[in-house]
T-cell receptor, first 117, second 113 residues
Framework: AQKVTQAQTEISVVEKEDVTLDCVYE???????LFWYKQPPSGELVFLIR??????QNEISGRYSWNFQKSTSSFNFTITASQVVDSAVYFC??????????????FGTGTRLKVLA | DVKVTQSSRYLVKRTGEKVFLECVQD?????MFWYRQDPGLGLRLIYF???????EKGDIPEGYSVSREKKERFSLILESASTNQTSMYLC????????????FGSGTQLSVL
């Protein structure tokens, strides 16, 4: 069955520290997509990144980087030199190729990141 | 700017009332979703729709129904609100395809007293 685990419920760091948010997933499919979303205090989840199961190349976007490892079923997210504006709840999500023409996304429980000035 | 708009940011209702939560998207997306967000439980799928008048139950459909009469609008209905339906409700939409990212509304915080 599909499952996404974000074991870190809440993390607090001081501004400029690096922080890694963990995501572990379970799936029986070989074709799937992984996502990260950010939910700031305003409430609206915002898409950050998408990765397909055949592309294990790590990605960097500014201060954000993502490490995808199929061997450990993990898709971890690192923020370098964190800033107060990074304070938010971050969700990891999994989507599999549909069997019946319909599908859904499975979300983890989220990690609340607090960056202290 | 593309948008998913939820009709209310905060809503207070009484037990037993019929409640309508409305969601409108302006991106011509085929798929629309209703999620419920509770502390420690993350986002749980209530219903989704992949076309007009088409719907599929998610993980927690009990006590809810949905309506999609037009492509841009997806309504969540609480037939008889109960206190355990107090929650944050999030609407999302996406293009067809399981690889597509979701666009979310700002959410409706519903309190049932």
């Amino acid at each position: 069955a599909q499952k996404v685990t974000q074991a870190q419920t809440e993390i607090s760091v001081v501004e400029k520290e690096d922080v890694t948010l963990d995501c572990v997933y379970e799936t029986r499919d070989t074709t799937y997509y992984l996502f990260w979303y950010k939910q700031p205090p305003s409430g609206e989840l915002v898409f950050l990144i998408r990765r397909n199961s055949f592309d294990e190349q790590n990605e960097i976007s500014g201060r954000y980087s993502w490490n995808f490892q199929k061997s450990t079923s993990s898709f971890n997210f690192t923020i370098t030199a964190s800033q107060v504006v990074d304070s938010a709840v971050y969700f990891c999500a999994l989507s599999e190729a549909p069997n019946s023409g319909t599908y859904k996304y499975i979300f983890g429980t989220g990690t609340r990141l607090k960056v202290l000035a | 700017d593309v948008k998913v708009t939820q009709s209310s940011r905060y809503l207070v209702k009484r037990t037993g009332e019929k409640v309508f939560l409305e969601c409108v998207q302006d991106m011509d997306h085929e798929n629309m979703f209703w999620y419920r967000q509770d502390p420690g439980l993350g986002l749980r799928l209530i219903y989704f729709s992949y076309d007009v008048k088409m719907k599929e139950k998610g993980d927690i459909p009990e006590g809810y129904s949905v309506s999609r009469e037009k492509k841009e609008r997806f309504s969540l209905i609480l037939e008889s609100a109960s206190t355990n339906q107090t929650s944050m409700y999030l609407c999302a939409s996406s293009s067809r395809g399981f690889n597509e990212k979701l666009f979310f509304g700002s959410g409706t915080q519903l309190s049932v007293l």
